[in-house]
């Protein structure tokens, strides 16, 4: 099980690279904005249920400690805060109602009910379905390292290494072709999914070819956005059309064509 919710910076632009075929967390309206290519409200009573506010471990209740109780376990564990635990078995549960019923099939009662919690829980991290469907999303993405700035190079191979994996994921592919193909009928959540996810993950990239130019690596009238897009559709891509991990060395094979073109020096 993956989520990376402790990643969930991965949105932010300083922390992120992308998919270059389409665009994270992500206030409450109604159940018929959900239809026709509008799933930004919930599709369930914005109050909570009586059922909620009758179990302790339910509802949004705190602690005398200021611990979040909204997991149904009032015994304390270690690790993770009870809150951050709750937001990953959310995220989880979204994940695999996607893969099970697709977009629409998202309902806030079953996801609450898959992950434990009380709707409260839902209404209080996420305004609206579009949102929670956002930072699900998001969370199947790994978290990209942040460039050293010593070489574009190897920051180029480190970042595009993680965005392969991602792409030869089999796990959530279901998931992933869903969204892509969900554009005519959901619009604005793939317009928000570019701009909150892939465009900040691509921006990572942006900035270590800036870098390379800055420092000399490479060449100054080299086009930022064309090797951006080429590099990260080069794995990509290779990942759609190719059901099998990528041959070793192919994250290294594809910067180094591309730096054949736009380096100062040639790659040794």
Not at 162 to 186: C, F, K, M, N, S
Not at 239 to 266: N, W, Y
Request: charged fraction near 30%; glycine fraction near 8%; aromatic fraction near 4%.
């Amino acid at each position: 099980m993956r989520t990376h919710h402790d990643h969930v910076t991965d949105v932010l632009p300083e922390a992120i690279a992308g998919d270059p075929d389409i665009a994270p967390n992500a206030r409450v309206a109604p159940a018929s904005a959900l239809r026709a290519g509008a799933p930004g409200g919930w599709d369930c009573d914005v109050e909570p249920d009586p059922a909620d506010h009758a179990s302790t471990s339910d509802t949004a209740q705190t602690g005398s400690d200021g611990e979040d109780t909204d997991v149904k376990d009032t015994a304390r564990r270690p690790g993770r805060p009870r809150s951050e635990r709750a937001e990953q078995a959310i995220l989880q549960a979204t994940i695999d109602a996607i893969g099970e019923r697709g977009i629409d099939g998202v309902h806030c009662e079953d996801v609450a009910a898959r992950a434990g919690v009380g709707k409260a829980t839902l209404y209080r991290r996420w305004p609206g379905k579009e949102d929670l469907l956002i930072a699900a999303f998001a969370a199947m993405r790994r978290p990209l390292p942040t460039p050293r700035g010593e070489s574009a190079r190897e920051d180029l191979i480190a970042l595009l290494t993680v965005v392969a994996a991602d792409a030869d994921d089999p796990r959530y592919a279901q998931q992933y072709a869903l969204l892509h193909g969900a554009g005519e009928r959901y619009p604005r959540l793939v317009a928000r999914y570019k701009e909150r996810v892939v465009e900040p993950r691509r921006d990572l990239v942006r900035s270590v070819l800036r870098h390379g130019i800055e420092t000399g690596e490479l060449r100054p009238d080299a086009d930022v956005e064309v090797a951006m897009l080429l590099l990260t559709g080069a794995v990509m891509v290779r990942g759609k059309h190719d059901s099998s991990p990528a041959a070793p060395g192919f994250v290294e094979r594809a910067v180094d064509e591309l730096l054949r073109g736009i380096a100062t020096q040639q790659p040794s």
